[in-house]
């Protein structure tokens, strides 16, 4: 019997993409053949500048109607996948404009652009069955959320993001370093994933 063992240092956004993670790691459990793990902090990708362990690194981040910061992240992560390959590989896994629109895609095929940071948030509290006031920030929400999330609907997820980038018009593309991003919605975040999921065999 083979054993798959992979570890991975994600420095998150916030608590809402750390609480992703685990549930990820979760349903990708199969001890004991398989085991991922993410270990995570909420920081920005600075933080992964002093970060020495040997294996994949990955920032987790949002748009969030801060283009400076953004491509800034975005230009860290890049340099420091050159810099470490082949040893490491340093992932950026960006949500534009936030994490909002990552959760919906897990339910529904969406692919709308907005204008406020808060504009997905409605549409999160339909689809995952939550109160009108609910705020899906809050740990307890954001459980409630994540429960109904599956291992398949990660992989919809992912589909669905490559079809709003397979849509995209070559006109529109902005370049930092060697990436290559749009305006909302667009992800990297689904990139990240997949590499997750076709290492430990759950996507062949």
Known sequence: MSFYRKNYL?????????????????LL????????????????????NKAYEEYDHAALFDF???????????GICDKLDKKNRPTKRVYHAYSNVNFDLWL?????????SVSVNHAYVADVRRIYGLNKTDNIKKESVVKKILNQITIDDVKKAIERAKIIRGRKIADDKKQIGTTTYYSDPDFSIDVFLERVLVECGEIK
């Open 104 to 112: 919906i895609l897990h339910k529904e095929c969406f692919n709308k």
């Open 29 to 48: 459990k199969r001890f004991p053949e398989s085991v991922v793990t993410f270990n995570t902090l909420i920081d920005n990708p600075y933080r992964l």
């Open 64 to 74: 969030d109607f801060n283009e400076v910061e953004f491509r800034n992240n975005i």
């Open 10 to 26: 994600c420095v998150c956004e916030g608590q809402q993409e750390e609480m992703y993670l685990k549930r990820i790691a979760l």
